[in-house]
């Protein structure tokens, strides 16, 4: 195969896999954003989570995960914003609607598995589509 082909189909699939990126407008990083959603948005506890969420006029769904000291030290809250980030960028496209998510965990997420942060958050982003699909979810100022 000549290498013209191959640069051709590596530039073919990047773009098929672009859907699953984590790009920075994937992310909430303004401070206005999280304490926005603090003020306005509706949440779900979990055991182990805790969810803030709001909708957004964006277009896209974005995440920001709060791990406080509280938590374990900076490899378990590196860890477990690992693990949050990696099934948003997965299953986004799961949640009917554009949303902002704030995700924060709590002091017993360190303890989980990975199997088992997949399982809380997919309880987490059902509740929010079935939540979308009643449409009483705030409309952020975006």
Same mark, same amino acid.
């Given at each position: 195969?000549?290498?013209?082909?191959?640069?051709?189909?590596?530039?073919?699939v990047?773009?098929?896999?672009?859907?699953?990126? &984590?790009?920075?407008?994937?992310?909430?990083?303004?401070?206005?954003?999280?304490?926005?959603?603090?003020?306005d !948005?509706?949440?779900?506890? !979990?055991?182990?989570? &805790?969810?803030?969420?709001?909708?957004?006029?964006l277009?896209?769904?974005?995440? /920001?995960?709060?791990?406080?000291?509280?938590?374990?030290?900076a490899?378990?809250?590196?860890?477990?914003?690992?693990?949050?980030?990696?099934? &948003?960028?997965?299953? +986004?496209? /799961?949640?009917? /609607?554009?949303?902002?998510?704030?995700?924060?965990?709590?002091? !017993?997420?360190?303890?989980?598995s990975s199997?088992?942060?997949?399982?809380?958050?997919? /309880?987490f &982003? +059902?509740?929010?589509?079935?939540?979308?699909?009643?449409?009483?979810?705030?409309?952020?100022?975006?």
């Amino acid at each position: 195969m000549p290498k013209e082909e191959n640069v051709y189909l590596c530039r073919k699939v990047k773009k098929g896999l672009s859907a699953f990126s &984590f790009q920075k407008a994937n992310r909430i990083l303004k401070r206005s954003d999280f304490l926005r959603l603090a003020r306005d !948005g509706k949440r779900i506890h !979990g055991k182990h989570f &805790f969810v803030t969420y709001c909708r957004n006029s964006l277009g896209n769904s974005r995440l /920001g995960i709060t791990a406080s000291k509280r938590v374990g030290c900076a490899v378990v809250r590196n860890r477990i914003k690992r693990l949050v980030r990696e099934y &948003f960028r997965l299953n +986004r496209s /799961g949640i009917d /609607g554009t949303y902002d998510l704030n995700i924060i965990a709590k002091k !017993g997420a360190a303890d989980l598995s990975s199997q088992e942060i997949n399982q809380t958050l997919e /309880g987490f &982003f +059902r509740k929010i589509s079935t939540d979308s699909r009643n449409e009483d979810v705030t409309l952020g100022t975006y």
